[in-house]
């Protein structure tokens, strides 16, 4: 069958007036491709871009190829479509992953086998081609085993689709090692690093909680005034923040759960809430002022233009590259509750919301929320906070 190229239409959408990619399989048309909004693509030429960066031509002629057998960038184009689908996958992937993915799809896999026959791919190749991903393009490890469990995964999904009749990376192996150790700090660095937040009061209070806590980022910027039950002393984890900007499940279906609300962080709390324009129980804990309260402060501008200078002031050596921001105050919270106030290895478990810990830490003690929030209490008490005791 000839090569196609579809036909570019505009759309009324929801949304707005939306480009869709119109084609045919079979000589039957099919549901149009929505390529992307006309004002983010005024002419059709940068629609027509678009659709091929997408890898959308790609897709329909893949969908017309009968037998004939597949480059790689077809079979890669192919598995992006069905692993979002819940009809045909037992675990489809979140929103949150899909760029993501695409990402490591598009830009690394496809840039690199996308014109090859995919069953003409020899394991050897690919194996070489991991290690020089490391050791010519410094690719940690375990990036490299990211990407070796993704192309793996597209053609375990050509098999199980009839689309392939082998798969090459199989058996393949890369190192899982990592030189990443995050950097914690001090109580006296938390305390040092909340006061120089005091001048704004969102700021303060969000590395407070996050600090207390040991919230996830994405757990903390979806927090609504709703969530916080003052009587029953106990933040409502429900939702979380995903980076294509919605609210969205929980990162397991344990993590929703209650977090223990302590007496000094419930000041702290009632403190922002006297304060914030947007108090309403529907209102985001931490709202971005700039954008009127419609959406969550953005972390990843908050960590770097004011959590990581304000690290740095307080002597945290935070080497140039290195990641650093809320999620390192989880990681300090943990780390000082068990090396140093000794605390019952399950009650920190129940704080950090994880799933396991070492067997040598695991007590088998069921979590107490008086427990948890007697441990948070003893952190703040270290920091050196009650309420009202900063100026």
């Not at 480009?19 to 693509?41: I, M, S």
């Not at 980022?217 to 609504?224: F, K, M, Q, Y």
């Not at 985001?284 to 953005?298: A, D, H, L, N």
């Amino acid at each position: 069958m000839a090569y196609q190229r579809g036909s570019l239409k505009k759309a009324k959408k929801k949304e707005g007036l939306t480009w869709v990619l119109h084609h045919r399989v079979g000589g039957k048309e099919q549901t149009p491709l929505v390529v992307g909004l006309v004002a983010d693509f005024p002419t059709e030429d940068e629609a027509s871009l678009e659709a091929d960066r997408l890898g959308m031509r790609v897709r329909i002629n893949c969908a017309t190829s009968g037998t004939r057998r597949l480059r790689f960038d077809e079979l890669a184009e192919y598995y992006l479509k069905v692993e979002f689908d819940p009809e045909v996958t037992a675990s489809p992937k979140s929103a949150n992953t899909k760029p993501i993915l695409e990402h490591y799809i598009r830009d690394i896999l496809i840039a690199e086998w996308g014109n090859q026959i995919a069953e003409d791919i020899e394991p050897l190749e690919i194996q070489r081609w991991f290690n020089g991903l490391h050791n010519k393009e410094g690719y940690a490890w375990t990036t490299v085993s990211k990407i070796r469990g993704i192309i793996n995964r597209v053609f375990k999904v050509g098999i199980i689709h009839r689309k392939v009749s082998k798969n090459p990376v199989e058996g393949l192996e890369t190192s899982t090692k990592t030189t990443y150790k995050a950097i914690k700090i001090t109580p006296a660095q938390t305390l040092s690093i909340l006061r120089s937040m005091m001048q704004n009061v969102l700021h303060f209070t969000l590395v407070f909680v996050v600090a207390a806590t040991a919230l996830r980022s994405s757990e903390v910027l979806a927090l609504r005034w709703a969530d916080i039950l003052w009587e029953e002393r106990k933040i409502r984890i429900i939702k979380a923040r995903k980076k294509t900007g919605v609210d969205g499940d929980t990162k397991t279906r344990s993590s929703e759960r209650d977090v223990p609300l302590g007496r000094v962080l419930a000041h702290y709390l009632r403190e922002w809430l006297k304060q914030t324009p947007y108090a309403k129980p529907t209102d985001f804990v931490f709202p971005s002022i700039k954008e009127s309260g419609r959406v969550p402060i953005c972390a990843s501008v908050f960590c770097a233009d004011h959590l990581r200078p304000a690290a740095k002031k307080a002597g945290v050596v935070i080497p140039d590259g290195h990641r650093w921001g809320l999620h390192n105050l989880r990681h300090s919270l943990s780390n000082w509750l068990v090396n140093k106030a000794k605390e019952n290895a399950k009650t920190v478990q129940g704080i950090l919301d994880h799933a396991r810990i070492q067997t040598t830490l695991d007590l088998y003690v069921d979590e107490d929320l008086d427990e948890m929030i007697a441990a948070q209490e003893k952190f703040l008490d270290a920091v050196g906070f009650q309420p009202g005791s900063v100026q």
